[in-house]
């Protein structure tokens, strides 16, 4: 193989190492912040969800009492969270505003004022 060649097949080799590496770090997402929430009776811990548009979280729910459920109709989310569980829903908010979260599995006495709030900014 002459000069050239050589140098043609080194060039040939950088170029294709440097196109992989754009391409992975293209391609790497940031890790999703989790928010930790608590469905007990008869309230969301937090009961206030901060977030940024367009900002990827992962809302990671337990209950340590009974079956609750978690409805957030303006981004069509729910899930049913079960003691002893971990129940996760991912997210990332398309628009702003404050945004009203419930539990939608009857849980006793005090259900109907089990709400919270998501604000997205």
Known sequence: MGTDS?????ICAAGAIALSTVAVLASAKPKARVIKVVAKKFEFVPGEIHVKQGETVTLQFTAPEVLMGFNLAD???????????????SLTPDKTGKFTFLCDVFCGSGHE???GTLIVT
């Open 6 to 10: 050589r140098r043609r097949a080194l």
């Open 75 to 89: 981004f069509n989310l729910r899930t049913d969270i079960m003691p002893g569980k971990v129940a996760s829903l």
């Open 113 to 115: 004022d089990m709400i």
